[in-house]
């Protein structure tokens, strides 16, 4: 079965960046989206941002815009979440999935086909 595999998370002081990066442990279909979610503690899980996979439509929460970048190399079938600005609300633990069908609901998260174990970033003040 297909997991994916997320890192690049710790702590960081208020300000400063991180990069998170997810890939899958074997080979999948031809994926359609990738995207980055969150839970802190005590609050339910949030979208952060999606791509598709083609690179099309980068879509972000408001909460990140202008601060986060995701990306992806589809040599590596690798997404990237570059983290600048980082505040400590950002604290949380990331969360990659990733869908190949169409029917999915990028910021809800139903239809993701696939989900990661999740990376801690924790953002001290």
């Known amino acids: 079965q297909v997991q994916l595999v997320e890192s690049g998370g710790g702590l960081v002081q208020a300000g400063g960046s991180l990069r998170l990066s997810c890939a899958p442990s074997?080979?999948?279909?031809?994926?359609?989206?990738m995207g980055w979610f969150r839970q802190a503690p005590g609050k339910e899980r949030e979208f952060v941002a999606a791509?598709?996979?083609?690179?099309?439509?980068?879509y972000y929460a408001d909460s990140v815009k202008g601060r986060f970048t995701i990306s992806r190399d589809p040599a590596k079938t690798t997404l990237y979440l570059q983290m600048n600005s980082l505040k400590p609300e950002d604290t949380a633990v990331y969360y990659c999935?990733?869908?190949?069908?169409?029917?999915?609901?990028?910021?809800?998260?139903?239809?993701?086909?696939?989900w990661g174990q999740g990376t801690q970033v924790t953002v001290s003040s």
């Open positions: 791509i598709t996979w083609s690179g099309e439509l980068p």
């Open positions: 999935a990733a869908a190949y069908s169409l029917g999915v609901d990028l910021v809800s998260g139903k239809g993701y086909n696939y």
């Open positions: 074997r080979r999948t279909p031809s994926l359609y989206v």
